[in-house]
């Protein structure tokens, strides 16, 4: 059966430190990749998709770049962390080419100070 | 642009009474419309997909619906344990692998 980890589950850092959050698929190969964002009491905002390795699409323009260095790792990264990337960050995989549903990880929560 | 809206916000009813989450959207060509539980601190566990105006889903007290240009979220006499935020979210044909959520329904049940 497929799974997906994602780590760490929280995390608080100063503003203007780096960041980098992972997330791996088991046992599917190369599934869509998502990082989400969930701002408290607030849907779902859609940060970065990737169709495979090296593929991504950004939707949100700011200081958060993505990466997919092997079929089922995606890294969400930043140089330097602002106090408005505080939220919940969800990492979600689906079935390529299907109209099928998001599988998620736990999340990781992130509050910059 | 594709987007995708939920109400209402919140709902608060009395164990037993039903009611409807609504979920409209705009987009080009819906490959899919997904709906979502959510309970507090964890990830989004999935619940229903809908492809075609006029189908229904159901799954215990919830029963899903599908329109040309919304989805209904039914609640059949609810119990407690169905208190989450329920989120709705579109697959668009223009671009199949992106889905977008709407803001989402906080449903509180009281016993």
């Known amino acids: 059966s497929q799974t997906i980890h994602q780590w760490p589950a929280t995390l608080v850092q100063p503003v203007g430190s780096p960041l980098s959050l992972e997330c791996t698929v088991e046992?599917?190969?190369?599934?869509?990749l998502y990082w989400y964002r969930q701002a408290a009491g607030r849907g779902l905002q859609l940060l970065f998709y990737?169709?495979?390795?090296?593929?991504i699409s950004s939707e949100v323009p700011q200081n958060l770049s993505a990466s997919r260095p092997q079929d089922r790792q995606f890294i969400l990264s930043s140089k330097k962390l602002l106090l408005s990337d505080s939220g919940f960050y969800l990492c979600?995989?689906?079935?390529?080419?299907?109209?099928?549903?998001?599988?998620f990880g736990n999340g990781t929560r992130l509050t910059v100070t | 642009e594709d987007q995708v809206t939920q109400s209402p916000e919140a709902l608060r009813l009395q164990e037993g009474e039903s009611s409807s989450l609504n979920c409209s959207y705009t987009?080009?060509?819906?490959?899919?419309l997904f709906w979502y539980r959510q309970d507090p601190g964890k990830g989004p566990e999935f619940l229903f997909t809908?492809?075609?105006a006029g189908e229904e889903k159901e799954k215990e007290r919830l029963k899903a619906t599908l329109t040309k240009k919304e989805s209904f979220l039914h609640i059949t006499a609810p119990k407690p344990e169905d208190s989450a935020t329920y989120l709705c979210a579109v697959q668009a044909g223009s671009s199949a692998s992106k889905i977008i959520f709407g803001s989402g329904t906080r449903l509180s049940i009281r016993p």
């Open positions: 990737s169709v495979g390795i090296g593929q």
């Open positions: 979600a995989w689906s079935v390529p080419d299907t109209s099928g549903s998001l599988h």
């Open positions: 987009v080009s060509g819906l490959r899919g």
């Open positions: 809908l492809y075609s």
């Open positions: 046992g599917t190969s190369n599934p869509n």
